[in-house]
């Protein structure tokens, strides 16, 4: 199983971005998905995740400025941020939480730069 993730970079504060993260090698339409983030010195958090019926649970730090979303025809799950801050930047991981024939999975990492 893979995930890859894309979409990341360099934005000013009050700017947009939308992360993406494709799978392959699974049965992706049977996984939760979450997104997550590490910043320097921090330990890695949830951002937030959604089920496989389209629940989705949120951070207290990004509600109302992220949105997550899936589309499971194309293995992929959206991570829309809006409104960024200094503080929003991080490597962004998404993560598969696996099911009962499978394990978790987790990408790379894509780069999130927010400059004040």
């Known amino acids: 199983a893979q995930l890859v993730e894309s979409g990341g970079g360099l934005v000013q504060a009050g700017g947009s971005l939308r992360l993406s993260c494709t799978a392959s090698?699974?049965?992706?339409?049977?996984?939760?998905m979450g997104w997550y983030r590490q910043a320097p010195g921090k330990q890695r958090e949830l951002v937030a995740d959604i089920t496989r019926s389209g629940n989705t649970n949120y951070a207290d730090s990004v509600k109302g400025r992220f949105t997550i979303s899936r589309d499971n025809a194309k293995s992929t799950v959206f991570l829309q941020m809006n409104s960024l801050q200094p503080e929003d930047t991080a490597v962004y991981y998404c993560k598969s939480y696996g099911t009962t024939w499978e394990g978790a999975n987790w990408g790379q990492g894509t780069q999130v730069t927010v400059s004040s």
């Open positions: 090698g699974m049965f992706f339409s049977n996984n939760a």
